[in-house]
């Protein structure tokens, strides 16, 4: 699986969300970012060797819905770590991250842990993730593996809302479990972008067996919604003495 996540592209087709500001890259930069190219070691870079395609919406804001685009890398078979992309051009801005956990390791967590995960069954049997570029073979088997994982995603730049700059406050993310909850209008845009179907993926992936979600993750279902937020305290080194 690795070297087809390595040769395979599937990218260059989405354009950030936004433009942010700021002057061009001076002569000086772009020399110095070559010799660092050349020279310097990158080793978690190179280990980002998997793309993957999907949505995800604000804890507590169903509505609030985007696309991202997750380079990851498997630390090991039970734990996987993406960065994730508001797009898959020269553009693209550093949206969040995604931690991926086996069931296995979701099932060692405690309770209210397991509240700021969700499931990818149905991400995985409805066509909405796709593993871009690679072999419908490849991508079965890859499927196979994440329909049973669960994700805890924070987004750190809400690109989605046109934000130019890494403004606001980072919010945690859901995935989608049922039928009607995503925009049809994103998932028929990704598709064309790509090429593919979710209809036709849906089908592909019809044999691979549904597993119910474990208690505690999708929380948001049963109306427990939690999301990071400022809060105010006290100066007490003011009153010190």
Known sequence: MVPLWLWSCGGENTSSYVKSPGQEKSTKTKVLETGAAVMQDKTPLK?????????????GNIKGQMEAHHYCTKINEDLTQCVMYDGNGETA?????????S?????TLPMAERELWHSHAYEVKSGELIAPGIPDVAEHELMEQIVSTYGKVIHTWHTDQDLELPMGIPQIMMGFTKDGQLDPKLLADRDARFKVKATEKQQQRADIPMPKPVPGANAWEQGKVKQLQVTSE???SAHAH
């Open 103 to 107: 069931e296995k390791l979701f099932r």
């Open 47 to 59: 280990k980002l060797n998997m793309y993957l395609d999907g949505f995800h919406f604000y804890n």
């Open 93 to 101: 801005k550093i949206m969040g991250v995604e931690y991926i956990v």
């Open 234 to 236: 006290p100066d007490v």
